[in-house]
């Protein structure tokens, strides 16, 4: 069945950097589109950022655009997001989810992601 | 402040129908389909209904979608107390370049 596991999260200091990956399993990760998609604590759902099964299109929200990049190997089923010069608002649960006609069709357990001196 | 608009919250009682609304606007819901998902208490969300009516396999037919112009709903029919979560819509943003969500619809089983 189809599975996501992210990691990668933990605390880091306003103005750091971290590093999120996604590891799918139970499909054929290289057919699929991929997504980020972020739940600040208490809050609802924001999307982060999209990429294209082959990596060759790429979308980010306004809110991370030029601080976050989305990639992936899908020579390892992997899914990533690196984030530098992380503020307090990008404090929150990370979901990676793999992406179907415009729907998240499923969706990882998440990792969290704290920014706080 | 959400681009897509839910109501914070929704009530009904076991066996009862409730419905749930989402507005957009012509570079969201207008154009695009709409996906709802269910949110139980401290679990990832999940698909409950995708391409504006479509429900993925496992989702019981007491949920159903509909849209129409810039809006949509969610319909639960025979309320049930696991029904209890919150619900989001989504679509794609074509101003935007992205999906947007609504803020989120908390249903309480009474």
Do not use: M
């Given at each position: 069945q189809v599975q996501l596991v992210e990691s990668g999260g933990g605390l880091v200091k306003p103005g750091g950097s971290l590093r999120l990956s996604c590891a799918a399993s139970g499909f054929t990760f290289s057919d699929y589109y991929m997504s980020w998609i972020r739940q600040a604590p208490g809050k609802g759902l924001e999307w982060v950022s999209y990429i294209s099964s082959s990596g060759s299109t790429i979308y980010y929200a306004d809110s991370v655009k030029g601080r976050f990049t989305i990639s992936r190997d899908n020579a390892k089923n992997s899914l990533y997001l690196q984030m530098n010069s992380l503020r307090a608002e990008d404090t929150a649960v990370?979901?990676?989810?793999?992406?179907?006609?415009?729907?998240?069709?499923?969706?990882?357990?998440?990792?969290?992601?704290?920014?706080s001196s | 402040q959400s681009v897509l608009t839910q109501p914070p919250s929704a009530s009904g009682t076991p066996g009862q129908r409730v419905t749930i609304s989402c507005s957009g606007s012509s570079s969201n819901i207008g154009t695009n389909t709409v996906?709802?998902?269910?949110?139980?208490?401290?679990?990832?969300?999940?698909?409950?209904?995708?391409?504006?009516?479509?429900?993925?396999?496992?989702?019981?037919?007491?949920?159903?979608?509909?849209?129409?112009?810039?809006?949509?709903?969610?319909?639960?029919?025979?309320?049930?107390?696991?029904?209890?979560?919150?619900?989001?819509?989504?679509?794609?943003?074509?101003?935007?370049?992205?999906?947007?969500f609504g803020g989120g619809t908390k249903l309480t089983v009474l």
């Open positions: 990370y979901y990676c989810a793999r992406t179907v006609t415009e729907s998240f069709h499923h969706w990882g357990q998440g990792t969290l992601v704290t920014v | 996906n709802w998902y269910q949110q139980l208490p401290g679990t990832a969300p999940k698909l409950l209904i995708y391409s504006n009516n479509q429900r993925p396999s496992g989702v019981p037919d007491r949920f159903s979608g509909s849209k129409s112009g810039t809006s949509a709903s969610l319909a639960i029919s025979g309320l049930q107390s696991e029904d209890e979560a919150d619900f989001y819509c989504a679509a794609w943003d074509d101003s935007l370049n992205g999906w947007v």
